[in-house]
C-alpha cells in the first residue's frame, strides 16, 4: 500500500478529534463510580464517557496503521506523537485528581478535574505557575515520572522534525555553492 499525503486540514481534524475524545473521556470517566445527579445526567455521562473511549481507539487503530503504512513521512510521525501526548496528559491529570481525592493534601490547591489538567498542561509545558504545586511524596513521585516522560517527548518531537528537514533537504539535493 502506497503512502499518500494528507492535506494540512485532515492534520488539522484529526488532531482536534484527538483532543475532543481525550477531553470527553477525562472529564467523563467516572471516578469511583459515584454518578452525579439524576438519571438523565448520568446517562449524559455514560455516553460522553463511552464516546471519547470509542473515539480513542478509533484514533488509535488509524494512527498505528497509518504509522506503518508511512513510517517515513513526518506528518504522519508529528500526529502520533500528538496523540500520544493527548493520551498521557489525560494519563497523568486523572492520576493527580484521583491521587488527591483520595489523600487530600498531596496537592496544595488542586480541587477539581480541571484543576488536575491545568496541573498537568504546566508541568508539560514547563512553566510550572506554582498556584498549584506537588506537596505530598506520591504526587512528587508522579510528577517527577510526568517531567522525564515530558523530556523524552520533547527530544524525540525535536528529532522527528529535524529528521523529517533534513530528509526535504536530502531529496531536494540542496547543495550550498562553492
Given amino acids: 500500500m502506497a503512502s499518500r499525503r494528507i492535506s494540512g486540514r485532515a492534520h ?68 502520533g506523537l500528538l496523540f500520544l501526548v493527548s493520551l498521557v496528559v489525560v494519563f497523568f491529570a486523572l492520576f493527580y485528581y484521583v491521587l488527591e481525592l483520595r ?29 498549584i504545586h506537588a506537596a505530598g511524596q506520591a504526587a512528587r513521585i508522579g510528577t517527577t515520572v510526568q517531567m522525564a516522560f515530558d523530556l523524552v517527548f520533547i527530544g524525540t518531537l525535536v528529532t522527528v522534525m529535524s529528521t523529517g528537514l533534513t530528509r526535504r533537504l536530502d531529496a531536494a539535493d540542496v547543495t550550498p555553492p562553492r
Fill in 12 to 79: 488539522l481534524w484529526r488532531n482536534a478529534g484527538t483532543v475532543v475524545s481525550a477531553l470527553l473521556f477525562y472529564y467523563f470517566v467516572p471516578v469511583g463510580f459515584d454518578f452525579p445527579g439524576y438519571w438523565p445526567l448520568r446517562v449524559v455521562t455514560v455516553l460522553a464517557f463511552t464516546a471519547g473511549v470509542a473515539g480513542l481507539a478509533w484514533l488509535a487503530y488509524r494512527r498505528i496503521g497509518q504509522f506503518l503504512i508511512a513510517s517515513r513521512d513526518t506528518g504522519h510521525r508529528v500526529d
Fill in 103 to 131: 489523600d487530600p493534601g498531596q496537592f496544595t490547591e488542586m480541587r477539581t478535574r480541571t484543576d488536575a489538567l491545568y496541573y498537568t498542561v504546566a508541568t508539560l509545558g514547563t512553566v510550572g505557575f506554582g498556584d
